[in-house]
Structure formats: C-alpha cells, structure tokens
C-alpha cells in the first residue's frame, strides 16, 4: 500500500465560495482554475487506479485562506471545505482515508473552535498551515496556539510553502517574474519558516510536535552544514537584534531540531535530492507525498523505487510512518 499524504481538493462548493468571495485571485487562480483534477473525482480516480493500493490524504490547494478573505469570510469557506472533505473520506474511506483540516488563522478564536470541530466531530488527522499569514510569520506569538493545540491533540501540522509573485526578486522590479515565486520562493519559504520556528524554541516548549514539510524540508537539508555553521556563529554577526541569546536558550544544537521536521518526498521525481533528504531526516521521518495534482504521481513512486531502500524502510516511507503521524490503521 502507498499512503500519498500530501494531495490536494478543491471541493466544487468550497471552490465557489472562495472565489465568489474573492473573484480576483491571480496567478495563484489561474493555477488551480486549470487543475482539473481538483474538483474532477471520476478523472481522479481512474489515475489513482493506475497505482494499484495507493490512497490519498486530502487537503486544499493554495491560496491561503488569510490571502483571500476577511476573517468572517475564511472561517466559512473553512467550515464548507472540512465539511466537504469529511464527506469525501465517509463517501470513498478507499480512496481517501483521512483529510486535513483547513483554517482561517486571521482570526485564532474561531481557527481553534474551528480546529476543534474538525478534529473531534469530522475526524480530521491534522491541520494545514502556510509559510506566512498574510505576511505575518508563524513564530508570531498570535499563532502559538495552533502549535500548542496540535501538540495536544498529538496530531502532525501540515506546512505548506506560500509565496506570490506580489514578492519581488529583485528591488528594482516590482514583481517576481519568470514564476521564480513558486520554483525558488516556496522551498526558500519553507526553510526561512523552519529556522523562524526552531530558533523561537517551538521544539523546546512543545517537545514531540510534529510537523511535515512539503516538499522534502525545503532547502535545508541540502545545505545543513551551511545551517549548522550558520548557527555555529548566529549572534556574532548581527548588532540590531541579540541572537545569541535566543541561541543559548536552545537546550540542543539546532541542526537537532531540524532533523525533528519530518519531510515528504514530494520532490517531481528527481531521485538526488529524494536520497539527501532521507538521509538528513532519517526513514523514521519521512513520509511519501506526490503533491498530486500539482505533480506526477508516477514519477514520486518511480524515484522511490529507484532509490532501492530496504523493504522495511521502503515500508515506513509508503504507510507506516503516516499511520504513526496520524494514529491510524490504513490497512
């Protein structure tokens, strides 16, 4: 069996709503709007059916909810997309066995009664966050709270990298061209998110969070010694803001804490960056994803396969380490 953990939905009610709220949703619009796969079941099912036992844990796509919506306006299309996607996982549990919740964190309040419903009453398996909030970074104070709830319940946090073409490369162009936004901008995203998170001393107050990069832990495993160096000498460089002393609060060297990520081998089917990856994480945290519609499926189980892992570890990455993040039998 191959539990695929990272897939995403666009339930068509859900998908209405948004965008009748927020008609203009640009590049990231044009994006999901050609992806027919997302609304489309029949289509999605008859490529499923190609793979053989292979499941599908189901999220949205982007746009972030707080990209696009007042307050009021998320927590709606929040409550419609869990609704739907619970109904997905009672309707197909073969195809889908389990969904992870969407929230509007622009309002913490009603994320949390929202996270709540999702989790207890619809059986949601964990809750998706993005790489900002509205521009606001998740080591902001006013989101520990879904940090601290998800640690509680011991469910994993999904986090998904966000970036718009609104964000320049450069300083004198006033948009990021060429769609570097998303190929360069979401792992560089996920990784500024991750050091943000473990230098705020997230694993220290909330030992055993769990929570799963997309894509493979975005840059950092491929430049761990660049972070570990980087730590090695954070505070020595910097006059406007003490680091050091955020430093000295870790109770462990911090390439510890990033190896306490898991990441998903949603990586397009190159086998390379598969193998460091599983190297930096280790099996026991990593988990396969194909980030499905968005990317191949055949291609993420083919690099896999080429990677000619033991059976066991083969095993952990496929379902196991999934049924442990998510305390689920799949099969």
């Known amino acids: 069996m191959i539990v695929d953990i990272y897939t995403h939905i666009f339930p068509r009610v859900a998908y209405e709503k948004m965008t009748a709220m927020s008609p203009d949703l640009g590049n990231i619009g044009k994006r999901i709007a050609n992806l027919q796969f997302l609304h489309d079941l029949d289509g999605r099912f008859r490529e499923m059916d190609a793979f053989g036992d292979y499941r599908q844990i189901i999220s949205l796509p982007n ?38 919740a969407a929230v509007a964190m622009h309002d913490m309040d009603g994320t949390l009664r929202e996270l709540d419903r999702a989790i207890n009453d619809l059986g949601a398996k964990g809750v998706q966050v993005f790489t900002d909030v509205a521009g606001r970074p998740l080591d ?8 601290e709830a998800m640690w509680k319940y011991g469910l994993p946090v999904w986090l998904h990298p966000v970036r718009t073409s609104k964000m320049a490369d450069y300083r004198t162009e006033q948009l990021s061209r060429f769609e570097t936004w998303t190929i360069m901008g979401w792992p560089y995203a996920t990784s500024v998110a991750m050091i943000r998170l473990v230098i705020t001393g997230l694993f220290d107050r909330y030992p055993g969070i769990k929570i799963i990069t997309h894509h493979l832990g975005g840059n950092i495993p491929y430049h761990e010694g660049r972070v570990e160096n980087a730590f090695a000498v954070m505070g020595r460089r910097t006059a406007d803001e003490d680091y050091l002393s955020l430093k000295n609060a870790l109770k462990r060297p911090a390439i510890d804490y990033f ?3 898991y990441g998903d081998t949603a990586m397009h089917g190159a086998v390379a960056p598969l193998r460091c990856g599983i190297e930096f994480f280790t099996p026991n945290n990593v988990v396969f994803a194909s980030d499905a519609p968005f990317a191949s499926i055949g291609k993420c189980i083919a690099a896999v396969e080429r990677l000619e892992l033991e059976r066991v570890t083969e095993h952990k990455i496929h379902q196991g ?7 689920t039998r799949f099969g």
């Open 140 to 147: 902001d104070p006013a989101y520990d709270p879904i940090f």
């Open 63 to 100: 746009p972030p909810l707080e990209d696009v919506t007042t307050p009021e306006q998320g927590l709606e299309i929040a409550k419609v997309a869990n609704d739907a996607m619970a109904e997905l996982v009672r309707k197909y549990p073969d195809r889908f066995p389990a969904f992870v």
């Open 321 to 327: 380490n999934a049924e442990k993040l998510m305390k």
């Open 259 to 261: 190896r306490m990520f």
